[in-house]
């Protein structure tokens, strides 16, 4: 920071930092420009090793997706969820996953860690991921996957 944030209307210090705060969040978090006193280029190393940790997380709850991209997995999530905001790791590669597979592009391993949580999980793409109480199933390239009662199984060759 260059310069000291202006409070916002100069009534009150702590309405104008939490302005300074949202404008700060609003540039690292949704890529807007950056509040007045802050070097772009250092929001801009900032924003990046945010992202790099939240494609970490993402792997964390998501190994096989992450492993199925490679080296290419930190750049290829980052290009994906510059703009969005994020969910926490597990909606977010959710919808990674979603995403990859709606263009055709996701490899077997990722598909069937996907599927698995399609069948035991409902998620709505913005509500909170619960259980399913029902039996559910989804194919997966050369198998399926089920669940019943709780447990997933999956069949077929899923090395595909």
Request: hydrophobic share 45%.
């Amino acid at each position: 920071m260059t310069d000291r944030v202006a409070p916002g209307d100069g009534s009150d210090p702590r309405a104008g930092l939490a302005a300074a705060q949202r404008a700060l969040v609003a540039s690292l978090v949704d890529g807007a420009d950056p509040p007045p006193g802050f070097d772009p280029r250092r929001l801009a190393v900032a924003r990046t090793a945010l992202a790099h940790k939240r494609a970490g997380e993402v792997a964390r709850h998501w190994p096989l997706l992450a492993a199925s991209l490679g080296d290419a997995w930190p750049a290829v999530f980052v290009r994906w969820a510059t703009g969005r905001r994020p969910a926490g790791g597990l909606r977010d590669g959710w919808d990674f996953a979603r995403a990859v597979a709606a263009d055709n592009r996701l490899p077997g391993l990722a598909m069937a860690e996907l599927a698995g949580r399609e069948v035991g999980w409902c998620y709505d793409g913005s509500s909170v991921p619960r259980r399913r109480r029902l039996p559910a199933v989804r194919r997966l390239p050369g198998g399926w996957a089920v669940q019943v009662a709780g447990r997933v199984r999956t069949f077929g060759d899923r090395r595909r």
